[in-house]
């Protein structure tokens, strides 16, 4: 026990005295979560809308109200014909134009059908979808309190509802998903850059010769990197809930203890990386290619699995990140308990293990 | 008996690292492997730490074979592989504090000896290692060797990259050390060190060419050795002091050239002949042939051999 304590000092005197280790560990998973959280989110807010209002009757003011003051759309003037739409779409000064036909009241109440025209600018198209979408939901909105006063006689309400995150948020998917990036990431690289530096020193020999056990060098070395990478999982949660206001619905306690059980298993394929190169330079290679590009392409964190051609789909089910998305997304955004995320959990358990098992088999106690 | 080595090969892919080697230390004796460069001491010393498993032959230490009794074996083992391994961004005390806790002892228990070699970079206790002269790099990788008393310690090439001063004040200490009853087990391209050890083993090629006490080393009665100097154009001279009858053997040292002559009336042909060639500010006299000599001749004729029955 003195013997394994001694080597986790060790370890920690070399992670605290390398400024470069620090930043890898504390800094990336800051910035990467805050740059993520705000740049690559796909909200739109602020949209420039213009109006082309051929009736200027009171309820389609009163829509363009609703519109305008929901906090997604800027009202950027009104125009006068259809002509000008692709004026002020080529000047940039709106992105989606809001269109009233004639006598628009009228018609709603006699004949129970009025068009409203979106003509939106989709050069952009992500942004388009999202506008029309968000303009959609507010007349449909509308139209739903009114129905009682108007009683119409038949109506349909096309609504559609995104469960779970209602207003779309981007933030919602990208936490989740990031955190499963940053700590399989920073705990295998970290891992593996540090057993493969003291090969590349040349440390590792007498380490080698003495009477440590491989076992004990293993969990020696990892230890405390479950320790730091434990507190970045705490800390890239309290900065989704609390700078991004991700939901968190369900137990604290559930999600650290699947946390931690995705740590470990991040740091026995780190391990294992290690055994399988002999220097900083190759581990870091087999981590960055082998690890995060297929995270972050194929384990559905950005592109869905369900589009993928089918031997990708099984590729993405062999991605640790995959399985444990699901696991975060159900406890933060759902409130799962472990009675549906058992299965996800019994596959990342049987991953750390099999990992575990290859690495200790793989780490040579020789040099050869 | 310390160090058993039985017929030990051990091949590299292409290369043929140690072929058929065999030795034996005695307890307590300071034993010397002297052999440039890849002559494969490393390969040797590997295998003997239990780092690696020869292709062919035996060998144990202390007793313990080093395919079975592997973890006997590192208990009773100080091991100074070739890079000093430290660790640069530990200070001094750390490293060794490291060191004697992986073998499950303090500095405080064994500090009597490590003392003499230790009391040296204590001063610098703080000091990253990294931070470290090559000499006091040494001295404290010797320490952290040492720290759990081992009863056998493999050294690779301590002093190598390391300034004279601290090459003799390390030998020094060896000594001092092998006064313990520790066995070592030391290698080293220089062939001046190994008139310190009790017995030397030359190798190379892989092969172990001899081994013997330093004092034992002696050339053939009839051989005369000669030191030629002169102010310049040394090489040029060495060829052709090679190209001369009754010359069995010449070598550049440093700035002058040793040549081995066969017998008496050949050394005095040949001096005439070099004294015919007006050489400037030279200078040919009789010397007694030290260790580097005859390994010199030694490992000559093994390469001669080499050659001829590698071209039959």
Redesign the interface.
């Known amino acids: 026990m ?2 394994f ?3 986790v000092r ?1 370890e920690f ?2 992670i605290f ?2 400024p470069r280790t620090l930043g890898i560990l504390f800094g990336l998973p800051v910035v990467m979560i805050v740059l993520f959280g705000y740049v690559v989110s796909s909200d739109v807010k602020d949209i420039r809308i213009a109006i082309l209002d051929h009736s200027k009757d009171p309820t389609s003011r009163e829509i363009v109200r609703k519109i305008t003051s929901s906090g997604y759309f800027i009202y950027a003037g009104d125009l006068q014909s259809e002509k000008e739409i692709a004026e002020v779409f080529e000047s940039g000064e709106a992105k989606i134009v809001l269109m009233f036909g004639q006598d628009f009241e009228t018609r709603i109440k006699t004949e129970s059908t009025a068009s409203i025209r979106l003509v939106a600018d989709a050069s952009d198209a992500n942004s388009a979808q999202l506008a029309v979408n968000y303009a959609q939901a507010i007349i449909s909105s509308y139209f739903l309190s009114k129905s009682e006063e108007i009683s119409l006689p038949w109506q349909i309400n096309v609504k559609s509802r995104m469960m779970y995150n209602e207003e779309l948020s981007g933030v919602y998917m990208v936490v989740p998903g990031l955190m499963a990036l940053i700590l399989i990431l920073i705990s295998a690289l970290m891992t593996s850059v540090t057993i493969a530096r003291e090969k590349e ?3 590792m ?8 056990k491989a076992i004990e060098i293993i969990l020696g070395k990892v230890t405390p990197y479950v320790l730091l990478s434990f507190v970045n999982a705490v800390t890239i949660i309290l900065l989704g809930v609390f700078v991004f206001h991700v939901p968190l619905v369900g137990s604290i306690a559930l999600l650290l203890a699947e946390s931690m059980l995705y740590i470990t298993l991040s740091l026995s394929i780190g391990v294992f990386i290690s055994a399988v190169s002999n220097t900083q330079q190759s581990a870091m290679m087999i981590s960055m290619f082998g690890l995060m590009l297929p995270t972050i392409l194929i384990s559905g964190f950005i592109f869905p699995i369900e589009n993928m051609p089918t031997i990708l789909q099984w590729f993405s089910a062999l991605m640790p990140v995959r399985w444990f998305i699901i696991i975060i997304k159900g406890i933060m955004l759902k409130g799962t308990g472990l009675a549906f995320v058992w299965k996800e959990t019994l596959i990342l358990l049987g991953m750390t293990l099999f990992f575990i098992l290859m690495a200790v088999r793989r780490f040579k106690t ?3 | 008996m310390s160090f058993v080595i039985n017929n030990i090969s051990k091949s590299y892919e292409e290369t043929r690292a140690l072929r058929d080697v065999s030795f034996e230390t005695n307890e307590g004796e300071l034993f010397g492997l002297i052999g440039p460069d890849g002559a494969g001491k490393t390969s040797l010393f ?1 295998i003997l ?5 020869p292709d062919e032959g035996d060998a144990s230490v202390k007793g313990f074979d080093i395919r079975k009794d592997f ?1 006997e074996i ?2 009773i ?1 100080g ?5 000093f ?6 200070s001094v005390k ?1 490293n060794l ?3 004697a ?4 002892t303090t500095i405080a228990e064994n500090y009597d000896l490590i003392k003499d070699i230790y009391a040296h970079i204590e001063p610098f206790e703080n000091r990253l290692a990294g931070k470290l002269s090559g000499g006091m790099k040494q001295k404290l990788a010797l320490s ?2 040492l720290i759990h008393r081992p009863d056998v310690l493999i050294l690779d090439e301590p002093t190598t990259g390391v300034d004279a001063v601290s090459r003799k004040e390390f030998w020094d200490m060896l000594k001092r050390i092998q006064k313990e009853g520790i066995t070592i087990l030391v290698s080293t391209p220089y062939m001046d060190e190994a008139a310190l050890c009790d017995r030397v083993g030359l190798i190379q090629h892989g092969k172990l060419l001899s081994v013997s006490k330093p004092g034992d080393l002696r050339f053939d009665e009839a051989m005369i050795l000669y030191s030629f100097r002169c102010k310049s154009g040394i090489y040029e001279y060495l060829s052709k002091i090679r190209g001369l009858q009754g010359c069995s053997s010449a070598f550049l040292f440093g700035d002058e050239i040793h040549l081995l002559v066969n017998g008496k009336k050949e050394a005095e042909e040949l001096e005439r002949a070099i004294k015919g060639w007006n050489v400037p500010a030279l200078s040919l006299k009789q010397i007694t042939p030290g260790i580097e000599d005859y390994f010199m001749a030694l490992m000559k004729s093994e390469k001669h051999d080499d050659l001829m029955s590698e071209e039959h």
């Open positions: 003195k013997r304590l001694g080597f060790k005197r070399h005295r390398d020193f040349g440390t020999e007498p380490l080698l010769a003495s009477p440590l020789r040099l050869e | 590997r730490a239990t780092l690696i498993f973890r590192r208990k083992l091991y100074m592989p070739g890079r391994s430290l660790y640069h961004d530990l750390e504090e490291f060191y806790t992986v073998f499950g952290c060797a």
